[in-house]
């Protein structure tokens, strides 16, 4: 008997949710004001609610079908999996995300889906549901289309006219991961299909003779990793993001610590996700994005590669490097107070800001929501030498968590 | 001393004529005293309070004038529930004018202040665009447009603020968001802010079933989170999201769902897997398709 929709709905959401993104958020502005339809994206995204996980929910995210001729070892829809399978129609898609937009649940759909018959087949689909809600429902929220790494080129173009962002995901952080536990995926051919479409957005964002820009994936490409699966340390994982940041221009590489599965595979092991280390992976990404920290800067404080779970990446990358503090908070330039532990964007632009009219004091910081506890070893105020603070050899301890006995699940 | 009493509804236009007023009149900030009408002071002396006149501009005082970036910020600091809010902000006001570059000191205690209320207000805004949840009138049949109605309390005085918001997006539908603080609402004409208290409507819509189902199924039990969410989603917020009372046992079954996925022995793979790792044996090609 044909399952309701609520009870397919349930299926295809526990099938996405191993993808960590939900984000809405980089795209153009838009509004309905005009068009007097539905939807808008007003710069940064909206989180509408949060599941116990922590995680934001922004968008309906699903896939059209759990079907999947693919076998790869970690996903919990791979072929060799008996959990149940089911499809949505794409009219089914389309009406979900609008009665969903209606209420205010998302900002808008992310939808992915296993690969069924074949890439072309699977994408044409994907693009089918997202043509629908722009052309025939004047739909102008958010869609994130997943691309399928071997659509046709025409397809991707066309997905591209209608999607703020695609992404493809390279799975794992080497080829070798790749091989090994998605062996129908190809890892040369993610990346010929990141960089074609990083060539066509590139191309879009030429301004033709007339001026115009064409509108083309707005919000840029991102992809996901998973963390845990294949024996890769962090400097091979955070270097592998690097190229994808500078090779293919994404806008975002995504960290996922595998986590138990229904029915997994026995190649496998299911273990308590790694969580700590994805939040280092992520600070140590952010650190790398906006911080102006190289990649081998953040990974080389420590002989075997891994971040320190401890403590986080630019602590331990200021306890490395004491000789370069104390910072002088009066004179030091942006990028140097980019690197004093506890202080992020924010509190530098604010710094700059105060330290232009006198000349600052520690109680001034604590002003500004600095929290002098963490900065105070590493800086100079007026008023404030933290002597040879940083010389102290329990200045670790100061910061470390207090040891814990090991949890035994 | 001066008193002025306001509606304080969280538009800035009342209190901005009363300021202007009171700088043309070369009066200091510690001369007036800045009330909210049936505010928690306003209360005890009930009708009986007025405000005094507002006083004529003193002609010796130079015409006033503020940087763009002040009123921006007391757009935002006139919002909140804080009955400081209007001294603070004619103390500003009145600060600036001999000092220029005041709202860039940034560790100013005034500043300070401002800065913080202002942050209030923007998280409290920005969780109302992502906790209002709209609920279908079923009585709208047969009209051309779909009808929607909200109930949401908010933290300040935020429901013309972002009103706007809901009508770029929302526009093709007619939708009412009351709160305690007043009630917006769009007929795909007029947006209107209407600032009496609502009462809470008594509403059901078959699609929270739905959202409910999804919210449910997009949680993943073996990452257990509780902090990283209710530091995002604050309980004041759960008693009207229609997904919230699923919340407690989420938590509560995690950890046996965790531990029975991990005990479960591997199965062996269905049919159609065999099928196709066949015929990719048989194309020769590992995966291709």
């Known amino acids: 008997m044909k399952k309701t929709l609520k009870e397919r709905l349930a299926i295809l959401s526990d099938a996405a949710k191993y993808d960590a993104s939900c984000a809405s958020s980089g795209t153009e502005r838009r509004d309905s004001g005009r068009s007097g339809g539905l939807g808008s994206t007003e710069g940064s995204g909206i989180c509408h609610a949060y599941a116990p996980d922590g995680r934001c929910i922004s968008l309906l995210k699903i896939l059209l079908t759990n079907f999947c001729i693919y076998d790869c070892a970690y996903c919990i829809n791979r072929s060799s999996s008996n959990v149940e399978r089911v499809r949505f129609s794409v009219e089914e898609v389309v009406w979900l995300t609008l009665e969903f937009y209606r209420r205010n649940y998302i900002e808008g759909l992310f939808l992915s889906s296993g690969i069924i018959r074949s890439s072309d087949h699977t994408m044409e689909e994907l693009v089918r549901v997202a043509r629908i809600l722009r052309t025939d429902h004047g739909f102008r929220g958010y869609i994130h289309l997943k691309t399928i790494p071997d659509a046709s080129p025409a397809l991707i173009e066309e997905a591209g006219l209608y999607a703020d962002r695609l992404s493809i995901n390279i799975e794992l952080p080497t080829d070798a991961g790749i091989d090994n536990f998605a062996p129908q995926k190809h890892p040369t051919r993610i990346r010929a299909a990141m960089g074609d479409l990083r060539l066509k957005i590139d191309a879009a964002a030429e301004p033709s003779f007339r001026g115009r820009r064409k509108r083309f994936v707005p919000g840029g490409q991102s992809t996901q990793m998973i963390v845990g699966v294949d024996g890769a340390n962090d400097a091979t994982i955070l270097a592998s993001s690097a190229r994808l940041y500078g090779n293919y221009r994404l806008r975002r590489v995504y960290y996922s610590a595998f986590s138990p599965i229904p029915d997994a595979s026995r190649a496998l092991p299911l273990i308590k996700p790694p969580l700590l280390r994805e939040h280092r992976l992520y600070q140590a990404d952010w650190l790398y994005r906006f911080y102006g920290f190289a990649v081998e800067e953040i990974t080389r404080t420590r002989p075997d590669g891994n971040l320190d779970l401890e403590i986080d990446p630019k602590l331990a990358w200021a306890l490395a490097n004491r000789e370069r503090f104390p910072i002088d908070i009066n004179r030091a330039e942006r990028e140097m107070l980019l690197r004093v532990p506890g202080l992020g964007p924010r509190s530098v632009n604010a710094i700059l800001s105060a330290r232009a009219h006198k000349a600052l004091r520690l109680e001034d910081l604590g002003r500004l929501g600095v929290s002098l506890r963490k900065v105070r070893p590493f800086i100079a105020a007026l008023g404030w030498t933290p002597l040879r603070l940083v010389d102290r050899s329990d200045l670790r301890d100061l910061f470390a968590p207090k040891p814990e006995q090991l949890s035994l699940f | ?289």
């Open chain 2, 1 to 289: 001393m001066l008193t002025i009493l306001l509606d304080g509804h969280g538009e800035l236009a009342e209190w901005r004529a009363a300021a202007r007023a009171l700088l043309l009149a070369g009066i200091p900030p510690e001369r007036v005293e800045w009330r909210q009408r049936g505010g928690a002071t306003g209360d005890l002396f009930g009708g009986q309070m007025e405000g005094s006149p507002l006083p004529p501009p003193d002609p010796q005082t130079p015409a006033a004038t503020v940087p763009r970036a002040f009123l921006e910020l007391a757009e935002a600091v006139i919002c909140h529930n804080d009955p400081r809010r209007f001294a603070l902000l004619y103390r500003l006001l009145w600060r600036l004018q001999g000092e220029r570059a005041l709202l860039e000191m940034r560790a100013d205690a005034d500043v300070v202040q401002a800065n913080r209320l202002e942050k209030s207000v923007r998280r409290d805004a920005h969780k109302m665009k992502a906790f209002v949840r709209f609920k279908e009138l079923s009585d709208g049949e047969g009209q051309p447009r779909r009808r929607f109605l909200a109930w949401f309390e908010p933290e300040h005085f935020i429901v013309g603020r972002t009103a706007g918001f809901f009508q770029r997006r929302f526009t093709d539908m007619d939708w009412i968001i009351a709160t305690p603080k007043g009630t917006s609402s769009w007929d795909g004409q007029h947006l209107r802010f209407d600032p009496a208290p609502a009462t809470k409507p008594d509403l059901r819509d078959a699609a929270d079933d739905l959202w409910r189902t999804y919210y449910a199924h997009i949680f993943n039990p073996a990452r257990l989170k509780v902090q990283a969410m209710q530091s995002e989603m604050p309980k004041k917020y759960w008693k009207n999201l229609p997904e919230a009372d699923l919340i407690p046992d989420l938590i509560a079954g995690a950890e046996a769902r965790v531990r029975e996925m991990a005990a479960r022995a591997a199965s062996d793979p269905p049919a159609f897997h065999h099928r196709l790792r066949a015929r990719d044996k048989a194309a020769g090609r590992e995966g291709e398709t």
